[in-house]
C-alpha cells in the first residue's frame, strides 16, 4: 500500500500479517516476494526453533516474548488465548481489510492511505457470543532499529505540549492515559526519529492514536531487537461484555524530511481530510474572548463597553464565556443549569448579541456540557446521572455527567440546541474541565454522539475543544470540532515554545492564541505587547484582555499586528508550518510556507538572552534552491537601542537565491528578550 511518499507492505504465512517494510515509497516493480524472503531473521542459542512473527496483532498464543496486542477472556472472566487464521483480504477503495478467525472470533485489520499521505489503521474484535476484552491494539507497527530514542508528549494544566526524548533500551516504555480524556499529561502522540534526524532532515515515523478518551502506549524493544509500539485504549476501559470491540484509528507517518515532514503530513490531514468545516472558504475569524477581563461578573454595560474597543481593534468574532447561565457568580454552581441567568441578563442574552452583531463582529458562547456542579438544579433532580462513586471527590467543584446514558445526552441536547436555536450564535467554546473519576470508552463513545448531534442540528456552527486548556486535543475530537484551547496560559513565552512544538502535530488554522494581559494571570509575567500580539499571530489569532486597559501606543501595535494576521491568514492558513533549526538555543523560530512555496514569513523568538554577543545565523527550509527570494524585515522598529550596527535587514529588503538562504541563512538584529522577528519572503 501507498500514501503519498510512504509504503507499507505486508505478508501472511497462514497466521495473522504482518508488515514487513514501512518506509520510503517503493518502486512500482518491487519484487514483493524478494522483499518478505529479505526479512527473515536468523535464529542463534537460546531461542526457540522458529521466530513468532511480530504481527498486527501479536498472540500470546504463539510464544510470542513481548507484549500481546490482544488480551481476552470468557464473559463469566475465564481467560483464553486464541491462535487467528488469516481468512480473506477485502479492498475498497484505497481500504484494505485483512480477516482473520479462531475459536468463534473474527479479527480485521483495516488499513486505509489518504490523500493526504497518511495511513490510518484500525482493529476489530467481533464474537459470535459475549466476551470480556482486557486490551485490544491498533495495528501494530514495526519501529525502527536504527533509531536511538523516541520523542513523546508530556504537559500539565498551563504547560502543554513539552516534547519528551526517550532513548531506546530493552523492554517497554509504557504510558497510559487514564484520566477519561486524551489529557495534557500523555498526548496520544509518538515521533521515532532515526541517528541524525533534525527538524529538517533525516528519517523518521510517527503514530498518533485518535481517540479522546485516554489510551494506552507500549514502545518495546524484545530481547531480540526487534521493537513494535503499540496504541488502545487504557486496559480495563471496555467495562462490560459485548460481541463487538473496535480500536479508534491509529494515524502513521513516514518522513525522509526529518520531523518537518512528520509536520507537514499531520498539518495537511487535519486540516484537510479530518476537519469539517462549517464554511470552508471563510477567512479564520479573529477572536475577542471575555474571559480573563471579567471573569464571572457579567453585565451588559461593561460586556458592550468591551465590544466596542474589541472591534475599534480589529475582533471579528465576540465570544461570552463562563459565567452566563443558572446562578454562576464562581466555580462551584450551576453546571449543567443551561438557562440563562436573569439577574445578570434580565432581557436575555439578545441585547448583548444584538451590539456585537451591530460592530460587525459574529457571536460566540462557552459550555461545558459534560459537567454539572453539586449545587445544581440538575444534580438534585437526578445524583443518578453522575458518572462513578456516590462519594468521589469533585474536581474544580463539579462532577462528570454520564454520557453512556442515554437519557442524559437527551438531555444535554435539548438544553444547548435550545440556546443555539434561540440565538444567533456562529461558535461554541465547549470546555472539560474535570479528569474522569473512572475508566471507560463509554463516556467517550457517548460524548463523540453530543457533538455529532448539535452538529447535525446547527452545522453552521463552529466548536472549539477546550478541556482545562489542552487537556483534550487529538484526531478523535477534531473530527467534530473546528479549533483547539492550546492551553489555558497565554503568556507568550510559554506559548512561543508551547506553539512551536505543537506544530508538529496541528495546523496553524485550528490552532487558538490569543494576546493576554500586560501581566500573565497565569504566570505574572509581564511582556511587551509587540511579542505578545506576533506570538499570538502565528496561529489563529484573538486578544483575552480587558481592552479597556490597554495603552493608546500598545493599542495602536495590536490594531497594526491585527491587519497584518487580516491580510496574510488566507495563505498561511494554507500553507504549511516548518520548524528552523536554530543555531542558538535561545531563539525558536519557524517558518510558515504557502502552498505552492510562492511567499513565507519567518518567525524568530528571542526567549532569552544569549551566550555569545551577536546573533547566529538562522537558515531557511523548504525553498527552491535555484529561485530568487526578496526578504525583509516587517517590524524592524522593535529593535532595541543596543542594535547600533548595519544589519542589511535593518535598512531595507535583500535578494538571495533559495540556496544561500539554506545553506548560510539570514542575519537577524541584536534583539532583546521578548522580542519577535518577523521577516517576509517571496519568490520573485
Same mark, same amino acid.
Given at each position: 500500500?501507498d500514501?503519498?511518499?510512504q509504503?507499507?507492505a505486508l505478508t501472511?504465512d497462514?497466521?495473522?500479517?504482518?508488515?514487513?517494510?514501512?518506509?520510503?515509497?517503493?518502486?512500482e516493480?518491487?519484487?514483493?516476494a524478494?522483499?518478505?524472503?529479505?526479512?527473515?531473521?536468523?535464529?542463534?542459542?537460546?531461542?526457540?526453533?522458529?521466530?513468532?512473527?511480530l504481527?498486527l496483532?501479536?498472540?500470546?498464543g504463539?510464544?510470542?516474548?513481548?507484549?500481546?496486542?490482544?488480551?481476552?477472556?470468557?464473559?463469566?472472566?475465564t481467560?483464553?488465548q486464541?491462535?487467528?487464521?488469516?481468512?480473506?483480504a477485502?479492498?475498497s477503495?484505497?481500504q484494505?481489510?485483512?480477516?482473520?478467525c479462531?475459536?468463534?472470533?473474527?479479527?480485521?485489520?483495516?488499513?486505509t492511505?489518504h490523500?493526504?499521505?497518511?495511513?490510518?489503521?484500525?482493529?476489530v474484535?467481533?464474537?459470535?457470543?459475549?466476551?470480556?476484552l482486557?486490551?485490544?491494539?491498533?495495528?501494530?507497527?514495526?519501529?525502527s532499529?536504527l533509531?536511538?530514542?523516541?520523542?513523546?508528549?508530556?504537559?500539565?494544566?498551563?504547560r502543554e505540549?513539552?516534547?519528551?526524548r526517550?532513548?531506546?533500551?530493552?523492554g517497554?516504555?509504557?504510558?497510559?492515559?487514564?484520566?477519561?480524556r486524551?489529557?495534557?499529561e500523555?498526548?496520544?502522540?509518538?515521533?521515532l526519529?532515526e541517528?541524525?534526524c533534525?527538524?529538517?532532515?533525516?528519517?523518521?515515523?510517527?503514530?498518533h492514536?485518535?481517540w479522546s478518551?485516554?489510551?494506552?502506549?507500549?514502545?518495546?524493544?524484545?530481547p531480540?531487537?526487534?521493537?513494535?509500539?503499540?496504541?488502545g485504549?487504557?486496559?480495563?476501559?471496555?467495562?462490560?461484555?459485548?460481541?463487538?470491540f473496535a480500536?479508534?484509528?491509529?494515524?502513521?507517518?513516514?518522513?525522509?524530511?526529518g520531523?518537518?515532514?512528520i509536520?507537514?503530513?499531520?498539518q495537511h490531514?487535519?486540516?484537510?481530510?479530518?476537519?469539517?468545516?462549517?464554511?470552508?472558504?471563510?477567512p479564520r475569524p479573529?477572536?475577542?474572548?471575555?474571559?480573563?477581563?471579567?471573569?464571572f461578573?457579567?453585565?451588559?454595560?461593561?460586556?458592550?463597553?468591551?465590544?466596542?474597543?474589541?472591534a475599534a481593534?480589529?475582533?471579528?468574532?465576540?465570544v461570552?464565556?463562563?459565567?452566563?447561565?443558572?446562578?454562576?457568580?464562581d466555580?462551584t454552581?450551576?453546571?449543567?443549569?443551561?438557562?440563562?441567568?436573569?439577574?445578570?441578563?434580565?432581557?436575555?442574552?439578545?441585547?448583548?448579541?444584538?451590539?456585537?452583531?451591530?460592530?460587525?463582529?459574529?457571536?460566540?458562547?462557552?459550555?461545558?456540557?459534560?459537567?454539572?456542579?453539586?449545587?445544581?438544579?440538575?444534580? %438534585?433532580?437526578?445524583? &443518578?446521572w453522575? =458518572?462513578?462513586?456516590?462519594?468521589? /471527590? *469533585? +474536581?474544580r467543584?463539579q462532577?462528570v $455527567?454520564?454520557l453512556?446514558?442515554a437519557?442524559?445526552?437527551?438531555y444535554?441536547?435539548?438544553?444547548?440546541?435550545?440556546?443555539l436555536?434561540?440565538h444567533?450564535?456562529?461558535?461554541?467554546k465547549?470546555?472539560?474541565n474535570?479528569?474522569?473519576?473512572?475508566?471507560?470508552?463509554?463516556?467517550?463513545?457517548?460524548?463523540?454522539?453530543?457533538?455529532?448531534?448539535?452538529r447535525?442540528a446547527h452545522?453552521?456552527?463552529?466548536?472549539?475543544?477546550c478541556?482545562?486548556?489542552?487537556?483534550r486535543?487529538d484526531?478523535?475530537?477534531?473530527?467534530?470540532?473546528?479549533?483547539?484551547?492550546?492551553?489555558?496560559?497565554?503568556?507568550?513565552?510559554?506559548?512561543? %515554545?508551547?506553539q512551536? &512544538?505543537?506544530? =508538529?502535530?496541528?495546523?496553524?488554522? /485550528? *490552532? +487558538?492564541?490569543h494576546?493576554?494581559? $500586560?501581566?500573565?494571570?497565569?504566570?505574572g509575567?509581564?511582556?511587551?505587547?509587540a511579542?505578545?500580539?506576533w506570538?499570538?499571530?502565528?496561529?489563529?489569532?484573538?486578544?483575552e484582555?480587558?481592552?479597556?486597559?490597554?495603552s493608546?501606543?500598545?493599542?495602536?501595535i495590536?490594531?497594526?499586528?491585527?491587519?497584518?494576521?487580516?491580510?496574510?491568514r488566507d495563505w498561511?492558513v494554507?500553507?504549511?508550518?516548518l520548524?528552523?533549526?536554530?543555531a542558538d538555543?535561545?531563539?525558536?523560530?519557524?517558518?510558515?510556507?504557502?502552498?505552492?512555496?510562492?511567499?513565507?514569513?519567518?518567525?524568530?523568538?528571542q526567549?532569552?538572552?544569549t551566550?555569545?554577543?551577536?546573533?547566529?545565523?538562522?537558515?531557511?527550509?523548504?525553498?527552491d534552491p535555484?529561485?530568487?527570494?526578496?526578504?525583509?524585515?516587517r517590524?524592524?522598529?522593535?529593535?532595541?537601542?543596543?542594535s547600533?550596527?548595519?544589519?542589511?535587514?535593518?535598512d531595507?529588503p535583500?535578494?538571495l537565491?533559495?540556496r544561500a538562504?539554506?545553506?548560510?541563512?539570514?542575519?537577524?538584529?541584536?534583539a532583546?528578550?521578548?522580542?519577535?522577528?518577523?521577516?517576509?519572503?517571496?519568490?520573485?
Amino acid at each position: 500500500m501507498d500514501a503519498g511518499g510512504q509504503t507499507l507492505a505486508l505478508t501472511s504465512d497462514g497466521g495473522l500479517p504482518a508488515v514487513v517494510y514501512w518506509g520510503a515509497r517503493l518502486p512500482e516493480g518491487e519484487d514483493l516476494a524478494q522483499l518478505v524472503a529479505a526479512a527473515r531473521q536468523d535464529l542463534t542459542g537460546g531461542m526457540i526453533d522458529q521466530l513468532p512473527a511480530l504481527t498486527l496483532t501479536p498472540e500470546a498464543g504463539r510464544a510470542f516474548p513481548g507484549q500481546p496486542g490482544l488480551m481476552v477472556a470468557e464473559a463469566d472472566g475465564t481467560p483464553f488465548q486464541p491462535q487467528f487464521t488469516f481468512d480473506r483480504a477485502e479492498q475498497s477503495g484505497t481500504q484494505l481489510s485483512l480477516i482473520s478467525c479462531a475459536e468463534g472470533l473474527t479479527l480485521t485489520h483495516h488499513l486505509t492511505a489518504h490523500t493526504t499521505g497518511v495511513f490510518t489503521l484500525q482493529t476489530v474484535l467481533e464474537a459470535d457470543r459475549d466476551i470480556r476484552l482486557h486490551w485490544l491494539a491498533a495495528p501494530v507497527l514495526p519501529a525502527s532499529q536504527l533509531a536511538d530514542h523516541m520523542v513523546d508528549v508530556h504537559g500539565r494544566w498551563v504547560r502543554e505540549f513539552h516534547l519528551n526524548r526517550v532513548s531506546w533500551t530493552p523492554g517497554i516504555r509504557l504510558r497510559e492515559s487514564r484520566t477519561g480524556r486524551s489529557g495534557q499529561e500523555h498526548p496520544p502522540y509518538l515521533i521515532l526519529p532515526e541517528a541524525g534526524c533534525t527538524n529538517t532532515q533525516g528519517t523518521a515515523f510517527a503514530l498518533h492514536y485518535a481517540w479522546s478518551g485516554g489510551h494506552r502506549m507500549v514502545a518495546e524493544e524484545l530481547p531480540d531487537g526487534r521493537r513494535q509500539v503499540q496504541f488502545g485504549a487504557p486496559v480495563g476501559a471496555q467495562t462490560k461484555p459485548s460481541r463487538r470491540f473496535a480500536s479508534a484509528e491509529l494515524v502513521a507517518i513516514w518522513s525522509g524530511t526529518g520531523l518537518n515532514g512528520i509536520a507537514t503530513a499531520f498539518q495537511h490531514d487535519i486540516r484537510d481530510r479530518v476537519i469539517t468545516w462549517p464554511n470552508p472558504a471563510r477567512p479564520r475569524p479573529v477572536h475577542y474572548n471575555c474571559w480573563e477581563a471579567i471573569y464571572f461578573d457579567h453585565s451588559l454595560a461593561d460586556l458592550s463597553d468591551i465590544a466596542d474597543h474589541a472591534a475599534a481593534l480589529g475582533a471579528e468574532r465576540f465570544v461570552l464565556d463562563d459565567g452566563w447561565f443558572g446562578r454562576r457568580d464562581d466555580d462551584t454552581s450551576s453546571l449543567g443549569d443551561w438557562g440563562i441567568d436573569r439577574r445578570k441578563w434580565p432581557d436575555g442574552l439578545q441585547p448583548l448579541i444584538a451590539h456585537v452583531q451591530s460592530l460587525g463582529m459574529t457571536f460566540g458562547l462557552w459550555f461545558e456540557p459534560e459537567m454539572v456542579n453539586p449545587d445544581s438544579d440538575l444534580y %438534585r433532580a437526578h445524583p &443518578d446521572w453522575v =458518572l462513578g462513586p456516590a462519594d468521589q /471527590v *469533585t +474536581g474544580r467543584n463539579q462532577l462528570v $455527567l454520564d454520557l453512556s446514558r442515554a437519557e442524559v445526552r437527551d438531555y444535554l441536547f435539548k438544553a444547548v440546541s435550545a440556546i443555539l436555536s434561540a440565538h444567533d450564535i456562529d461558535y461554541i467554546k465547549w470546555d472539560h474541565n474535570r479528569l474522569l473519576p473512572v475508566v471507560d470508552v463509554a463516556q467517550t463513545h457517548g460524548a463523540y454522539d453530543l457533538f455529532d448531534r448539535l452538529r447535525a442540528a446547527h452545522p453552521g456552527v463552529e466548536i472549539e475543544s477546550c478541556a482545562s486548556g489542552g487537556g483534550r486535543i487529538d484526531g478523535g475530537i477534531l473530527a467534530r470540532t473546528h479549533r483547539v484551547w492550546l492551553s489555558d496560559c497565554i503568556d507568550a513565552h510559554e506559548r512561543l %515554545r508551547m506553539q512551536h &512544538d505543537a506544530a =508538529l502535530f496541528l495546523p496553524s488554522c /485550528v *490552532t +487558538g492564541s490569543h494576546v493576554g494581559a $500586560l501581566h500573565s494571570h497565569t504566570t505574572g509575567r509581564a511582556l511587551p505587547m509587540a511579542f505578545r500580539a506576533w506570538v499570538a499571530a502565528q496561529r489563529h489569532f484573538g486578544f483575552e484582555m480587558d481592552p479597556r486597559k490597554i495603552s493608546d501606543a500598545d493599542a495602536a501595535i495590536l490594531r497594526d499586528v491585527t491587519a497584518w494576521y487580516k491580510a496574510n491568514r488566507d495563505w498561511m492558513v494554507a500553507g504549511t508550518i516548518l520548524r528552523l533549526d536554530s543555531a542558538d538555543p535561545t531563539v525558536t523560530a519557524e517558518m510558515q510556507l504557502a502552498e505552492g512555496g510562492a511567499r513565507f514569513v519567518v518567525f524568530a523568538g528571542q526567549n532569552a538572552q544569549t551566550v555569545q554577543t551577536l546573533p547566529r545565523p538562522l537558515r531557511l527550509t523548504g525553498l527552491d534552491p535555484a529561485a530568487r527570494y526578496r526578504i525583509s524585515l516587517r517590524n524592524g522598529a522593535d529593535r532595541p537601542p543596543q542594535s547600533r550596527g548595519p544589519n542589511a535587514l535593518k535598512d531595507g529588503p535583500l535578494t538571495l537565491t533559495g540556496r544561500a538562504l539554506m545553506a548560510q541563512g539570514i542575519l537577524l538584529p541584536v534583539a532583546w528578550p521578548a522580542t519577535m522577528w518577523v521577516v517576509e519572503g517571496e519568490r520573485l
